[in-house]
């Protein structure tokens, strides 16, 4: 009898010696994890004071005291177990997990600190040395953040050390035990959730920075929607290592984004302006306006002189590619060089992923920003756009105005090109810098117009002198429908002519291009469908000149941006996020772009690399004035084949994840 109650009291005694023992090791690793809410409060409120009240951080230490609770209850059970086998095993094991875990969480709130989002699986990406490197914030670690590692682990080593000497009691032992079971058992009370908060940047400063981690990888799992982390990573080396523009590209966490280096190939070909005065931009673009009725270059008749002779007094371009084959893509990569997403990026569920904008740019510099678009600014989601772009006004309305006749089905897309560029003039203040956007209607299916027989007329005695009767014939049968683009020419001929009598025309750079090709004609090849002209208008330039190179809408807006800054000491940003590079300026054609054009069928499924164009399991090179030959490379077929479908994971992936920038770039700012 005495025995069994000498093992009784030896097991008993053990299993005291063991709840001292975890004691002794979870509480100051408890007070640890919540003090370094501390350190997170510090450094959030050292970006800006806003971010975060002293009313949430108390909220968070008390939820941040539960978790540690929770996770001291988790680790408790195991701890037991352990010690079953060896006392001495379990009390090592868990001075290194709770050294560990103090560990990471300090790295992860370096890193947060550095970048203003918290690190999760994308983690996964990276071998150990990036690893490290992330968890420390992707910079330099400094003298503060080594201390606070240093000074966090040896109070962790220290107070339990001097904790183990200290006789605690028995029932003080056991019921601390009882609690931090009951926290590990409703842990996910204490979790904060991005529905609690106004906004995601909030949502980041209150989520505790270990606990975000733990979560993210835990729900990481594949699926059709979800990408192999590793896959990504490599599709982001690939990228940027085809990528022949020089980019210095910053963090592979944003696979697109990069250091702005300033350069600039437009600046020679403009004159300056007086010290503070800036140049209004003004950007027209015209539906369907293509190769296939425009320009010296056209495979049919140009019915556009007048835009004809602008881009003999301009700088153009012949080779120009849309981005979509339909107007969808046209904003998103004239207005911000934006991946398309799976269908274009105005169809992304709202709000959209965080990105960069000319007309932002030009708001922070001291711009009014305005769109004039005579039909529905919701179609394809366009004024959500455009308002997240940076667009303060667009105006649609013209009440004092007629719309366009009605189709045979009774619709009517809106206003005609007639109404729309007069209808504008009453809204733009001479006084004040601006940024206006045309979208044109008149030259879209099915073509009505409200202009004069005199039009009508002259579009017959320009297709009567085609020389070619086939041509010929084939441009009476789609008279109408051409006279709508004299329609249009007419009308820029009269804003040109109205513009050049108002007092800031001298310092007003024209931007005109088409959104893609029409469905009047087709294009002379399959990649003609995307062939539209870029012209860049502006009496500050001190020459005119033609340019063979082979350029993308994505081009344009870094292209501007570069420019005013350059040139008219705008400010801008120091980081970009583009697909684009800058606008070639060769004379002779050159082909060193890259490119990704959209179908309207939304699919990616062609693919221009420098002078080779692929289309499906079709390969081509590219000639100057979008010719195309048919060549057979398999080896080359197969390579841009691949480098096609990573793209389209990776920049999925990109815009579904939201990492086109970090969102300490956008709110801190760092335009110079």
């Known amino acids: 009898m005495n025995d069994i109650m000498s093992f009784i009291n030896s097991r008993f005694s053990n299993k005291m010696r063991n709840l001292k023992a975890y004691t002794a090791l979870s509480i100051p690793f408890i007070l640890v994890f919540v003090l370094l809410r501390l350190y997170d409060f510090i450094n959030v409120y050292s970006h800006s004071e806003s971010l975060m009240s002293f009313g949430e951080l108390i909220k968070s230490l008390g939820m941040d005291f539960m978790l540690a609770m929770g996770f001291s209850g988790l680790g408790f059970i195991v701890f037991m177990l352990l010690s079953v086998f060896s006392f001495r095993l379990s009390k090592v094991v868990f001075y290194i997990v709770f050294s560990l875990i103090i560990g990471l969480y300090i790295g992860f709130l370096q890193y947060f600190n550095n970048v203003l989002v918290p690190l999760d699986q994308v983690v996964f990406i990276y071998d150990y040395n990036d690893i490290v490197n992330i968890a420390m914030g992707s910079g330099t670690v400094g003298i503060m953040e080594i201390l606070v590692f240093v000074i966090s682990l040896l109070?962790?080593?220290?107070?339990?050390?001097?904790?183990?000497?200290?006789?605690?009691?028995?029932?003080?032992?056991?019921?601390?035990?009882?609690?931090?079971?009951?926290?590990?058992?409703?842990?996910?009370?204490?979790?904060?959730?991005?529905?609690?908060?106004?906004?995601?940047?909030?949502?980041?400063?209150?989520?505790?920075?270990?606990?975000?981690?733990?979560?993210?990888?835990?729900?990481?799992?594949?699926?059709?929607?979800?990408?192999?982390?590793?896959?990504?990573?490599?599709?982001?080396?690939?990228?940027?290592?085809?990528?022949?523009?020089?980019?210095?590209?910053?963090?592979?966490?944003?696979?697109?984004?990069?250091?702005?280096?300033?350069?600039?190939?437009?600046?020679?070909?403009?004159?300056?302006?007086?010290?503070?005065?800036?140049?209004?931009?003004?950007?027209?673009?015209?539906?369907?306006?293509?190769?296939?009725?425009?320009?010296?270059?056209?495979?049919?008749?140009?019915?556009?002189?007048?835009?004809?002779?602008?881009?003999?007094?301009?700088?153009?371009?012949?080779?120009?590619?849309?981005?979509?084959?339909?107007?969808?893509?046209?904003?998103?990569?004239?207005?911000?060089?934006?991946?398309?997403?799976?269908?274009?990026?105005?169809?992304?569920?709202?709000?959209?992923?965080?990105?960069?904008?000319?007309?932002?740019?030009?708001?922070?510099?001291?711009?009014?920003?305005?769109?004039?678009?005579?039909?529905?600014?919701?179609?394809?989601?366009?004024?959500?756009?455009?308002?997240?772009?940076?667009?303060?006004?667009?105006?649609?309305?013209?009440?004092?105005?007629?719309?366009?006749?009605?189709?045979?089905?009774?619709?009517?897309?809106?206003?005609?090109?007639?109404?729309?560029?007069?209808?504008?003039?009453p809204f733009i203040n001479s006084d004040t810098a601006y940024f206006d956007l045309y979208l044109t209607l008149s030259t879209h299916s099915p073509f009505a117009t409200t202009e004069p027989e005199l039009l009508k007329s002259y579009t017959d005695s320009m297709i009567q002198s085609v020389e070619n009767d086939e041509l010929r014939l084939a441009l009476l049968k789609r008279s109408e429908k051409l006279k709508s683009f004299v329609v249009l020419d007419n009308e820029l001929r009269l804003f040109f002519k109205r513009y050049k009598k108002r007092p800031e025309y001298n310092k007003t750079i024209f931007i005109i291009t088409g959104d893609h090709n029409g469905v009047i004609f087709k294009g002379k090849n399959s990649i003609g469908k995307y062939s539209v002209p870029l012209i860049i208008y502006s009496p500050l330039l001190n020459t005119h000149q033609e340019f063979g190179g082979v350029v993308t809408h994505n081009d344009v807006s870094p292209s501007l941006q570069n420019l005013l800054y350059n040139k008219y000491n705008l400010k801008s940003s120091a980081t970009a996020h583009s697909i684009g590079v800058q606008l070639d300026t060769s004379v002779a054609f050159h082909a060193n772009n890259r490119y990704f054009p959209m179908r309207n069928s939304r699919e990616l499924n062609e693919y221009i690399y420098g002078k080779y164009y692929l289309n499906e399991d079709l390969l081509y090179e590219l000639h100057d004035t979008m010719e195309i030959e048919l060549i057979d490379d398999e080896p080359l077929k197969r390579k841009m084949q691949k480098e096609l479908e990573e793209y389209r994971k990776l920049q999925n992936h990109v815009v579904n994840s939201n990492i086109l920038i970090s969102p300490m770039d956008l709110y801190l700012g760092e335009d110079k």
């Open 155 to 425: 109070s962790y080593f220290l107070a339990s050390y001097y904790l183990s000497k200290i006789s605690i009691s028995s029932y003080l032992s056991a019921f601390y035990a009882f609690l931090i079971i009951g926290a590990g058992a409703s842990t996910n009370v204490y979790i904060v959730s991005q529905v609690q908060f106004p906004d995601e940047l909030s949502y980041y400063c209150n989520a505790n920075k270990f606990v975000y981690f733990v979560k993210a990888v835990a729900d990481y799992s594949k699926s059709e929607k979800d990408i192999d982390v590793l896959e990504i990573s490599k599709y982001t080396i690939q990228y940027r290592k085809l990528d022949r523009s020089a980019k210095k590209y910053g963090s592979a966490l944003y696979p697109f984004y990069y250091n702005n280096d300033f350069e600039s190939t437009l600046s020679k070909y403009f004159n300056p302006l007086p010290e503070g005065e800036k140049p209004n931009i003004v950007m027209i673009i015209v539906e369907s306006l293509s190769t296939t009725v425009s320009g010296k270059y056209t495979i049919n008749y140009s019915f556009t002189p007048f835009i004809d002779s602008l881009a003999e007094h301009s700088l153009y371009w012949r080779n120009c590619f849309s981005t979509a084959e339909r107007t969808f893509g046209v904003l998103p990569a004239l207005l911000a060089s934006l991946p398309p997403g799976k269908e274009g990026f105005t169809e992304l569920e709202q709000p959209y992923p965080t990105f960069k904008s000319f007309p932002n740019m030009l708001k922070n510099n001291g711009y009014a920003t305005h769109q004039f678009y005579g039909g529905w600014p919701g179609f394809t989601h366009m004024d959500d756009f455009v308002n997240a772009a940076g667009i303060d006004s667009i105006y649609y309305d013209f009440p004092d105005y007629e719309k366009m006749p009605r189709s045979a089905s009774g619709h009517t897309w809106g206003y005609g090109d007639n109404v729309l560029f007069k209808a504008a003039e």
